[in-house]
């Protein structure tokens, strides 16, 4: 039996030419990753200290056939009263005939180091988070393209498993940098479709991240203008090392922009505008710089963020009051 499938073919030829990796690791790539922060590190959830539904989508390598998707739907809440942020997101990730649609639950708490008690610092914390969550993984059999169509070793149908899965993270920030790390693909497994005798494998492998990050005043007045240096590491067993370098800078929490390189030879330009200080809608470009755009096209994210409240403490975003909560009655103390 001789299987080729066009999508990987041009995959494989680019790694030969330019033996670096385009393994590329199992778990989506985000270009605005602090905005998606918590579904890269469960520690980060209410990092920013807010309410909100957010909506993301990532068109990858757009001059290929079947190239990644990831899409994203997202709540997270932060209790002021327990130092505590809890939330879930909905994912769905496809590349080629694969893809795989989870739901998450992450929770993180955050304990208060001395600089905050001392009032040094606004916040002054130590995160600890977990997640959970089912995913189910799909191989869709009629979109492998073989050599043989008539071959009968071959998997010509949709199948679907639902696995299990968990992901734990640290974090401590203050407000002037933050330094963290993360697993957020705990399970290693095997998943197997089958087809009479026939056998296809994927196996998932577990996932290490290690981000850190600095929030840097400029300018005259303190609270107006900053510049924000990050750096996002990750791991996976059989996957090149990538690293992912960023510089943004930020005017008046209303305009964020930024420029950026990963090891994987992606440059990449992105920015995101707080309008009302209740929505946020950003975009991010990158473009491969290492001799492979021709084959791979550009990468295209978008995403939307509604703030249903803020207490202003965070990075990125300004105070807002809950507008759904309802007001408390007053007690009427007429006799």
């Known amino acids: 039996m001789n299987k080729i499938y066009n999508y990987f073919s041009i995959i494989i030829t680019c790694i030969v030419l ?13 270009s605005e990753y602090l905005h998606n922060a918590f579904t890269l590190n469960p520690a980060l959830m209410g990092w920013e200290n807010i309410t909100a539904i957010g909506l993301s989508h990532r068109q990858q390598w757009t001059g290929m056939r079947n190239a990644p998707q990831t899409s994203t739907l ?18 769905h990730d496809r590349t080629g005939p694969t893809s795989f649609t989870g739901i998450n639950l992450a929770y993180g708490y955050q304990l208060k180091m001395d ?26 059999g009629r979109d492998l393209l073989y050599n043989d169509a008539d071959d009968e070793q071959i998997i010509d149908a949709n199948q679907s498993k639902l696995l299990p899965d968990a992901g734990v993270g640290v974090q401590y920030f203050n407000d002037l940098y933050y330094v963290g790390a993360a697993i957020p693909q705990i399970i290693s497994m095997r998943v197997k479709y089958t087809k009479d005798s026939v056998i296809s494998n994927l196996r998932r492998a577990p996932h290490f991240y290690l981000s850190a990050g600095a929030k840097i005043p400029i300018g005259k007045k303190n609270n107006e203008q ?11 067993p059989m996957s090149p090392l990538n690293f992912t370098a960023n510089i ?16 994987d030879g992606g440059l990449q330009f ?3 505008f707080n309008l009302n200080k209740q929505y946020r809608l950003g975009y991010a470009f990158s473009v491969p710089v290492n001799g492979l755009a021709r084959y791979l096209g550009t990468n295209h994210e978008i995403l ?23 007001p408390k009655k007053k007690e009427d103390k007429t006799e």
């Open 18 to 30: 330019q033996n670096k990796g385009l393994q590329a690791q199992q778990l989506p790539l985000f």
């Open 74 to 91: 997202s709540y997270q809440h932060f209790d002021n009263r327990y130092n505590m942020g809890y939330g879930a997101y909905f994912m």
């Open 115 to 140: 600089g905050e008690k001392q009032g040094l610092y606004t916040r002054n914390r130590l995160c600890l988070g977990m997640s959970l969550a089912g995913q189910v993984y799909t191989l869709r």
């Open 226 to 236: 900053f510049i924000i240096p990050s750096f996002w590491v990750k791991f996976a």
């Open 248 to 263: 943004r800078h930020l005017w008046k929490y209303k305009l964020l922009t930024g420029i950026g390189y990963s090891t």
């Open 270 to 272: 992105d920015a995101a």
């Open 304 to 326: 939307f963020t509604y703030i249903i409240a803020s207490n202003g403490k965070g990075w990125f975003f300004e105070e807002v009051k809950n507008t759904w909560k309802k």
